[in-house]
């Protein structure tokens, strides 16, 4: 996850957008097939995702090496928050346009108000620049070697990959079902938005993501909600200038837009954490402060292997949560059952 804080400060909210793009899907896709790590945990079999990559042709299969050898993906995503509206071949001009020093300011990760300045002059070629932006990002997984990577390429083959694997994904894989994702989409939009009024913003962002609590942060004044296909079950953040981004994955409604009946997965995970009477017992001591699991053993009576189970499920149910080495009720968790269950039970077709 991309998250990068340098102060304790907090703000008192933040206003949430909800936006859409079939663009947005196509650059998940490009990064989910590429993450070999990740694939076996994704929604879709890692079975369906190597018969895909199989069906894929050379030139494809040569971006995706390269994708996977850079994360250009990132590139792709920061380069769709600048023109999020647009359709594939405006998304293609706008990169085709682009200045050098243009192109690697936007790509190189937003990672701080204060550093807006080095990282222009990274885009510029400032090598001190770039070992200051890649010292303060050192904890990311990726960010140090792309980082390197952005500042150093040629711009001509940056611009070249990213149109032909950005074309020949949405050629290949997406346009076929493309009305159908849309579809997906909007319908997960207009769930978001009947909701958009019931909660505050905190509860919002919660309750879209499946339990993330992200509470506000100094010069983060928007939090943007887009919701994915590709990356369920997983929520994916990234930061950009004045606002923390969620990629979410939508809801099982969403997937079935003509079933009333259809569950939220996040609600039904909730529902069947609490539908046991140790952990109703757990979330009852919890009420009451936090435990450790040695504090919730001896007041259970039970092994801490049978513990450690539970509360597994509640953690999962994003009911609990660990402080330090302490269990910790999410009040606002179960405050917002009642209205997720309204929603639901309010849904028509």
Same mark, same amino acid.
């Given at each position: 996850?991309? $998250?990068?804080?340098?102060? +304790?400060?907090?703000? !008192?909210?933040?206003? /949430?957008? &909800?936006r859409?793009?079939?663009?947005? %899907?196509?650059?998940?896709?490009?990064?989910?097939?590429?993450?070999?790590?990740?694939?076996?945990?994704?929604?879709?079999?890692?079975?369906?995702?190597?018969?895909?990559?199989?069906?894929?042709?050379?030139?494809?299969?040569?971006?995706?090496?390269?994708?996977?050898?850079?994360?250009?993906?990132?590139?792709?995503?920061?380069?769709?928050?600048?023109?999020?509206?647009?359709?594939?071949?405006?998304?293609?001009?706008?990169?085709?346009?682009?200045?050098?020093?243009?192109?690697?300011?936007?790509?190189?990760?937003?990672?701080?108000?204060?550093?807006?300045?080095?990282?222009?002059?990274?885009?510029?070629?400032?090598?001190?620049?770039?070992?200051?932006?890649?010292?303060?990002?050192?904890?990311?997984?990726?960010?140090?070697?792309?980082?390197?990577? $952005?500042?150093?390429?040629? +711009?001509?083959?940056? !611009?070249?990959?990213? /149109?032909? &694997?950005?074309?020949?994904?949405?050629? %290949?894989?997406?346009s076929?079902?493309?009305?159908?994702?849309?579809?997906?989409?909007?319908?997960?939009?207009?769930?978001?938005?009947?909701m958009?009024?019931?909660?505050?913003?905190?509860?919002?962002?919660?309750?879209?993501?499946?339990?993330?609590?992200?509470q506000?942060?100094?010069?983060?004044?928007?939090?943007?909600?887009i919701?994915?296909?590709?990356?369920?079950?997983?929520?994916?953040?990234?930061?950009?200038?004045?606002?923390?981004?969620?990629?979410?994955?939508?809801?099982?409604?969403?997937?079935?837009?003509?079933?009333?009946?259809?569950?939220?997965?996040?609600?039904?995970?909730?529902?069947k954490?609490?539908?046991?009477?140790?952990?109703?017992?757990?979330?009852?001591?919890?009420?009451?402060?936090?435990?450790?699991?040695?504090?919730?053993?001896?007041?259970?009576?039970?092994?801490?292997?049978?513990?450690?189970?539970?509360?597994?499920?509640?953690?999962?149910?994003?009911?609990?949560?660990?402080?330090?080495?302490?269990?910790?009720?999410?009040?606002?968790?179960?405050?917002?059952?009642?209205k997720?269950?309204?929603?639901?039970?309010?849904?028509?077709?």
């Open positions: 996850m991309e $998250i990068i804080q340098s102060t +304790v400060r907090k703000r !008192k909210s933040y206003h /949430v957008k &909800v859409y793009s079939i663009l947005w %899907e196509c650059a998940l896709g490009i990064a989910a097939v590429t993450n070999e790590r990740l694939l076996d945990t994704l929604e879709m079999p890692e079975s369906e995702w190597d018969q895909l990559k199989e069906t894929l042709p050379k030139s494809l299969k040569k971006q995706l090496h390269y994708v996977q050898q850079h994360n250009t993906w990132k590139a792709l995503l920061q380069l769709l928050h600048e023109v999020p509206d647009s359709t594939l071949d405006e998304f293609l001009t706008f990169i085709q346009t682009r200045s050098s020093s243009q192109i690697k300011f936007s790509c190189l990760p937003y990672i701080g108000e204060e550093f807006q300045e080095v990282r222009e002059q990274a885009a510029n070629g400032d090598e001190h620049a770039l070992d200051q932006l890649k010292g303060v990002a050192a904890d990311n997984p990726f960010f140090p070697q792309y980082m390197s990577f $952005i500042v150093h390429v040629d +711009v001509n083959e940056l !611009k070249n990959h990213l /149109v032909n &694997v950005m074309t020949q994904w949405y050629d %290949e894989v997406v076929h079902v493309e009305q159908e994702r849309i579809q997906i989409l909007q319908t997960d939009y207009e769930e978001k938005m009947k958009d009024t019931q909660l505050s913003s905190e509860e919002f962002v919660q309750w879209a993501t499946g339990g993330i609590d992200y506000p942060e100094p010069h983060v004044f928007n939090v943007l909600l919701p994915q296909i590709c990356y369920r079950p997983w929520n994916i953040e990234a930061d950009i200038e004045g606002t923390k981004v969620f990629y979410y994955p939508v809801s099982n409604a969403s997937l079935s837009p003509n079933d009333p009946y259809a569950a939220p997965d996040f609600l039904v995970q909730k529902y954490a609490l539908g046991d009477d140790i952990r109703l017992k757990m979330v009852k001591i919890l009420a009451e402060g936090d435990c450790s699991l040695q504090e919730m053993t001896e007041q259970l009576a039970l092994g801490k292997s049978t513990i450690h189970h539970h509360l597994k499920m509640l953690r999962a149910a994003k009911l609990v949560e660990m402080k330090g080495m302490k269990y910790s009720l999410r009040r606002q968790a179960l405050s917002l059952m009642d997720e269950l309204a929603a639901y039970l309010e849904r028509t077709v």
